[in-house]
């Protein structure tokens, strides 16, 4: 390709709107440009790199035995009637009628319409096991759609489905695609993990995420140093505490804390370790009649750790609150407890409520809590000679760095992440809802079990430049980059030199396969660089005049701070050792 023929735009500044890295970059390089909030044209720079990752899903996905097909972007209402997603997917969920004032739905993904298609075409465990997938548009309204391709509302998925005849048989199916991830991943070339995960409201057991590594991700990856122990900070186990409860060593006394209202002021004002104080949070859960209707609510207390942050993800998970959680109202808490947050306990309680502590707080002794009365705390606090036991004892928090890992093999350390792929294994969730049924071995009809994997591949660029970018611009991978292999000539429309062996090498580089560029606009050579360490472009071959005249050329990587003399009849074999073509 050559630059003139191509669409190269690049800006200086970045919109006021774009606040990650790889939203300014990808807009300043010229990939993407934004038409309305979290929607995006992909610019045809942009687009190079979108299809370069395609094609490596693409390939992998056909290697391990997924057949590719689409499935329609507007989908019936009434398939998402049956499983329940259509009322209970919220308001990401974008809902239409058309003409006829007929439901439809703006897929977010597609296992209501797969399902459908496996009831209609296989009908026999002869038939099994089939995984179809496919590369197609989704949208989810976003609240607060933002870091430009990281949160949009409209971007590209690549979605897959497998269908198995027992849950055997369905994992198996699951370990090969959770392997295929893996090839995809390295053939990025980024630096990724692969971490267990909370299946959330897909459903599912088992399940992990692909996330990539930079330090501006919005996830916390929990993983230990000393071992494959890997999880997302939602599925992140704390081990339990060792050794006993200790023997009560204070005595029960009501101390004054004027306007100290959190367990960090408290722990201050007091002189004593934050990890000596327990937090309260107060949830409720409703009990609802036939019409939606609230018939009763119970109040929960949960007592955390001073130093520790509720994980809802696991709260969620909890006997009684199970059934879906929410935080408790003001009047709630005051009708409970007597006063208002900051100062609220587990002692002298206005009426009963739900105690569940966590591990931890569990085996603490002399602990500090709030008096349920303004502007005081209880310190000396003691489980069995102070209140009873409580009601659950149970994982309540999130994990920190230094925790012991639940293997046992070390302590634990969290980096950040940005989720970039998603495996699940389903089994009967959607072919029990959708009555999606074949005839077994048995001749008896039996649900399918299922897996369901995703990846993002409008989102996966955004990530790479997230992990690969400095002050100039982007440093693309070699998988992905819109170009490999970018040649500058300077002076090209003043040198016939110049142009020659540019020409040649051009020339040469296509023929061995190697997706090149010649930057032909004639732009001077500050801009002309200035353009392609934005855009990211990792190899680049610089000719000049000078250089040609001791038989030279320039080669620089991206990541260089320098560039090398080469000899010009030796450059297209550096680059194609380089790039292994």
């Known amino acids: 390709m050559k630059a003139s023929q191509f669409f190269v735009s690049t800006l200086k500044e970045a919109p006021a709107d774009a606040e990650v890295v790889s939203h300014k970059l990808m807009t300043r390089a010229g990939l993407i440009k934004k038409l309305g909030a979290g929607i995006y044209t992909y610019m045809p720079m942009g687009l190079r790199v979108i299809r370069k990752v395609e094609a490596i899903v693409r390939e992998e996905m056909n290697r391990a035995g997924a057949v590719e097909c689409t499935m329609p972007v507007v989908q019936p209402g009434e398939l998402w009637q049956e499983t329940g997603r259509f009322e209970k997917m919220g308001p990401e969920l974008l809902r239409i009628r058309d003409r006829h004032g007929r439901d439809f739905v703006v897929q977010p993904t597609s296992e209501e319409v797969i399902t459908d298609i496996a009831r209609q075409e296989l009908r026999s465990y002869k038939q ?31 979605d897959a489905y497998s269908f198995d005849r027992n849950p055997e048989a369905a994992k198996a199916s699951y370990q090969v695609m959770a392997q295929a991830y893996r090839r995809i991943f390295d053939r990025f070339g980024l630096t990724y993990r692969a971490v267990a995960a909370d299946s959330g409201a897909i459903g599912g057991d088992l399940s992990e995420e692909f996330q990539v590594i930079a330090a501006t991700g919005e996830d916390a990856i929990v993983y230990c140093p000393a071992s494959d122990y890997a999880a997302n900070m939602e599925k992140a186990e704390s081990a339990p505490p060792t050794g006993p409860r200790p023997a009560p060593a204070q005595a029960q006394t009501l101390t004054p804390t004027p306007g100290k209202a959190t367990c960090a002021d408290v722990a201050a004002l007091l002189g004593v370790p934050l990890a ?72 002298g309680l206005l009426q009963p409520v739900k105690v569940v502590a966590d591990r931890e707080v569990a085996v603490m002794a002399d602990w500090i809590c709030g008096a349920n009365r303004k502007d005081y705390h209880i310190t000396g606090v003691n489980w069995g000679r102070d209140l009873p036991e409580p009601d659950l004892v149970a994982d309540l928090r999130n994990v920190v760095a230094g925790d012991p890992s639940p293997d046992g093999k070390g302590a634990l350390a969290i980096e950040r992440g940005i989720e970039v792929g998603h495996v699940f294994y389903l089994g009967t969730k959607y072919s029990k809802a959708m009555n999606a049924t074949f005839l077994a071995e048995d001749g008896k009809p039996a649900f399918f079990e299922m897996g369901c994997y995703g990846i993002g591949i409008t989102r996966l660029p955004a990530a790479a430049i997230e992990q690969n970018h400095d002050e100039r ?109």
């Not at 997938?133 to 590209?156: A, H, N, S, V, W």
């Not at 929410?326 to 007597?338: D, K, M, P, V, Y």
């Open 276 to 347: 000596s104080t327990v937090k309260s949070l107060v949830l409720a859960t409703d009990t609802l009649d036939e019409d939606g209707n609230v018939t009763a609510s119970q109040v929960w207390l949960l007592l955390l750790r001073g130093d520790h942050d509720m994980n809802e993800v696991k709260v969620s998970k909890l006997p009684g609150l199970d059934v879906g959680f929410r935080f408790a109202t003001l009047a709630e808490i005051q009708s409970h407890f007597g006063t208002e947050p900051g100062y609220l306990g587990p002692l």
């Open 473 to 581: 611009g982007i440093i693309w991978p070699d998988a992905i980059a819109p170009f490999t292999v970018v040649i500058c000539p300077i002076g090209m429309d003043r040198s016939e030199a110049v142009k020659a062996a540019a020409g040649q090498l051009y020339a040469e580089l296509l023929a061995a396969g190697v997706d090149v560029i010649l930057d032909d606009r004639g732009e001077r050579p500050g801009a002309m660089f200035a353009d392609w360490e934005l855009i990211g472009v990792p190899h680049r071959v610089t000719i000049g005049d000078k250089g040609l005249k001791d038989g030279k050329v320039e080669y620089q990587h991206r990541r260089d701070s320098a560039a090398t003399a080469v000899d010009v009849s030796q450059m297209a074999d550096l680059l194609r050792s380089k790039l292994a073509v």
């Open 128 to 158: 099994l096991p089939r995984n179809f997938y496919q590369i197609q548009t989704k949208f989810r309204d976003e609240r607060r759609p933002r870091f430009g391709l990281m949160r949009g509302r409209e971007f590209t998925m690549k």
